[in-house]
């Protein structure tokens, strides 16, 4: 498993220092799995920062009752545009990124299965993400003054038809999906033929690291959930251009046909937001509790269930349409069936930390976060999973809290875990543990000052989507709360790219394995030279590295 050191600054031909633009060039049109990698989470974190700032917005306008900090139609773009990108634009671009920098060094490979197909999911994703933002210049056309897209992220018919909404924002919003959802589509083909054609020799599927074996049930997910939205998005422009009368109810059309073809797509969308976060954790525990995951085998299966079961639980997002009883009993039980293998993963997760020799390095504490906040909202989501309950809070902030419990509280959490772990492995460097543990506190301490007031608002009727409200409603100081923690949370990023640009100037040298690891990733040079491995390596068991460390551990000798 010897690896030759690598210098990303010097030519590969000569030796000398590239000049920036050939830099510059050689990251444009690199095939690289590990460039490509880096540019997908850089751009997923820029699109985080310009949501984030979309998000302090709205929060800013709801901290007091009858604001005027913003106009009506203005905040219903931000809502929009803020949440497409924190879904489409920052969650399935970091699994991208993760996966495609992590899979072929964890299974001993050089490279993706196809990287041309790797550049072109990568461009198609962000040239996607550029097509919702250039609607702000040509949403009404360029003769305009321009607008975005005001229907919601999950947009909802009849707000996409042409007679209700303004100009051409939302074919921006159809389009800027449409091509962004063709570069997931691709890394997912990407990773599947990796994970299935390039392991290396002895690395078999009961060998694979967890984070493997989550990131290919993940992009089976993907293949499976993004037909649904492709096809209501051509029917939608159908509707919109070609009087196709999909979705038009004045004209024969179904409203709730949208929903049925959205939600087959959202629904197993948010696992596919979730797993990835589900693959670091998993490989981070294990390593600073010094001991195997707890009930490995139960892990991949419950991941399996995941991905099985999520695909039918789509319409619990529609108990209040009208549904039969018959349905809605089935999506009940379908919606809380899927909560027993989420919680046999985080019962794993706990009984791994169970006694073992935990470190509290930055890493942890992110996953830790994760533990605590995930749980939460599972619980939240079983009780939305009761059509009675969900009745009474449906379009609720209640509902908005859960989202975020789930979105931000768990995958954003171990996301960032993620890149505190990798971090020094793809540039040499470690992060700052000092700069590390403010970016989690203050997260932290702003994510609960946010998220846990609107629970309390969507009990006392604070529907989602609104503007501005009135006073008196007992909403004032819950919504106070919750924009003054967005401060907090905008001080813990700032952290965080403070930290990152610091250590890459002039951060401790990480060395090739920090963290005392055992998975291959952590067997080459820091960072991995374009081949990865001078050798391809053979492994012998689940941890290959740390055999090779510690063969006097019987502990860890099996398969």
Not at 422 to 433: H, I, N, V
Request: hydrophobic residues 50%.
């Amino acid at each position: 498993m010897a690896s030759i050191p690598y210098n990303p600054e010097l030519s590969a031909v000569d030796g000398k220092a590239l000049s920036l633009p050939t830099k510059l060039h050689e990251w444009v049109v690199t095939v690289d799995h590990k460039r490509l990698g880096v540019m997908y989470i850089a751009s997923s974190l820029l699109f985080f920062a310009v949501a984030g700032s979309l998000a302090a917005l709205m929060r800013t306008q709801l901290a007091f009752p009858d604001g005027h900090f913003l106009r009506p139609e203005v905040f219903n773009r931000l809502f929009t545009v803020h949440g497409t990108t924190m879904v489409f634009l920052v969650g399935m671009p970091f699994f991208a990124g993760f996966a495609n920098y992590l899979v072929p060094l964890m299974i001993g490979a050089r490279d993706m299965a196809f990287p041309r197909l790797n550049a072109f999911g990568y461009w198609m994703f962000l040239f996607g993400g550029m097509l919702l933002y250039f609607s702000y210049i040509g949403g009404e056309g360029l003769a305009g003054h321009g607008t975005a897209p005001d229907v919601g992220w999950f947009a909802y018919s009849p707000l996409t038809e042409r007679a209700f909404s303004r100009g051409t924002s939302t074919d921006y919003w159809i389009l800027s999906i449409f091509v962004s959802g063709i570069g997931t589509t691709a890394s997912a083909i990407n990773v599947i033929a990796t994970i299935v054609s390039m392991r290396c020799k002895g690395m078999t599927l009961s060998r694979m690291p967890l984070f493997v074996w989550l990131m290919l049930v993940v992009s089976g997910m993907v293949l499976m959930a993004m037909p649904p939205l492709t096809a209501a998005q051509v029917m939608l422009l159908l509707d919109r251009y070609l009087g196709a009368h999909f979705f038009d109810t004045q004209a024969g059309g179904s409203a709730l046909l949208w929903q049925h073809f959205f939600w087959l797509f959202g629904h197993p969308e948010v696992y596919i937001l979730v797993i990835p976060g589900f693959a670091c954790v998993s490989e981070i525990i294990p390593v600073f509790s010094r001991k195997p995951m707890f009930g490995r085998a139960a892990m991949i299966g419950a991941t399996i269930a995941i991905g099985m079961v999520s695909v039918s639980v789509w319409a619990h997002h529609m108990f209040a349409v009208g549904m039969s009883s018959t349905s809605n009993t089935f999506f009940v039980a379908a919606t809380m069936l899927v909560g027993v293998p989420t919680g046999i993963k985080i019962f794993n997760w706990i009984a791994t930390m169970y006694n073992g020799k935990i470190r509290l390095d930055t890493p942890m504490l992110f996953c830790i976060g994760f533990l605590f906040q995930f749980l939460i909202a599972g619980l939240t989501g079983i009780m939305l999973a009761a059509a009675p309950f969900d009745w009474q809070l449906t379009d609720s902030y209640f509902v908005v809290a859960h989202f975020h419990y789930t979105l931000i509280g768990g995958l954003l959490f171990a996301l960032f875990g993620g890149v505190y772990y990798w971090f020094p492995k793809a540039t040499g460097k470690m992060l700052s543990e000092t700069l590390g543990k403010w970016n989690f506190w203050l997260l932290v301490i702003g994510f609960h000052m946010t998220f846990d007031p609107l629970h309390f608002a969507g009990l006392l009727g604070m529907p989602r989507r609104i503007y501005t409200y009135p006073p008196g409603r007992g909403w004032e100081g819950l919504n106070l709360m919750a924009s003054i923690g967005v401060i907090f949370q905008a001080a813990a990023v700032a952290f965080l790219a403070w930290n990152i640009i610091r250590s890459l100037r002039r951060g401790k040298d990480a060395g090739n394995d920090p963290w005392d690891a055992w998975s291959l990733e952590w067997a080459t040079s820091s960072p991995p030279p374009e081949y990865n491995f001078a050798v391809l390596p053979e492994v012998r068991s689940s941890r290959p590295l740390w055999d090779l460390k510690h063969p006097e551990d019987p502990d860890w000798k099996y398969e």
